[in-house]
């Protein structure tokens, strides 16, 4: 049980340390107004993971009633990662984004937010995490928490949907979701029970370079907001707002 509590203790500190560090990278505009709107994404993420619950439990009432559970098929456990897991929570966690900036009162960057979306992702990981850690090995709770797979997603998305309120085009928002969406999909899938029995002995090198791809992709967000940024990221995105 100790080996399991440090586990999952250890596996916590890529969150909050990316949590504290991200409240020092943006803010150019207002740093007390930032650092805010930073405390409101946490909050927003970790009840992103009660919003996720409905829709979940919408698409699997869908699946089911076309037969299409889980332990059904292949194709069953294909729709049900995409729409019940994937789907569902990348929703859940835009809704919370838009729910974030909706309550900010200072003008916001582009930077802004991509760090106010990686946190309301962080909020989330962290409650999933907890729930994860049910049932899980020290290793694999590791494993979770330094790839932090949510906040990259995150990543991706908040940039989508900055490049959509800097630009004014709102279909950049739409690719940055889906993008999030068919890589969490295939992540949740590429590591479930069901794929693992249609690939074989392919399962451990593909599981493997999923979780290579998580860390790489922790490691890209990471290096974006070490380098210094373009004028485009600390202006504000929206002139006019009080």
Known sequence: MIILIGGFLVSMIP???????????GGATDPVGFKQSCREALKNGLLSTLVVLPISALFAFILNRFGMTRESSLLGAFLHTFLVLAFAEELAKSLMLRKTLKKAEYNYTWLDMIALMVIVAIGFEVLESVVYA??????????????????????IEGWFYGKAAYTGKKWYAVIGFLICVILHGAYDFGLSSQFEAAVG??????????????????????????????????????????
């Open 15 to 25: 969150a909050f340390a990316m949590y504290f560090w991200l409240k020092t990278k």
């Open 134 to 155: 049910v049932g899980s090995g020290p290793i694999h709770m590791i494993v979770r928490g330094v790839t932090l797979m949510h906040g990259g997603y995150g990543f």
């Open 201 to 242: 002995e392919n399962y451990a090198f593909l599981s493997v370079s999923l979780a290579l791809l998580a860390l790489i992709l922790f490691v890209w967000m990471i290096i974006f907001f070490a380098k210094k940024k373009k004028p485009q990221y600390t202006e504000p995105v929206f002139a006019d707002k009080e």
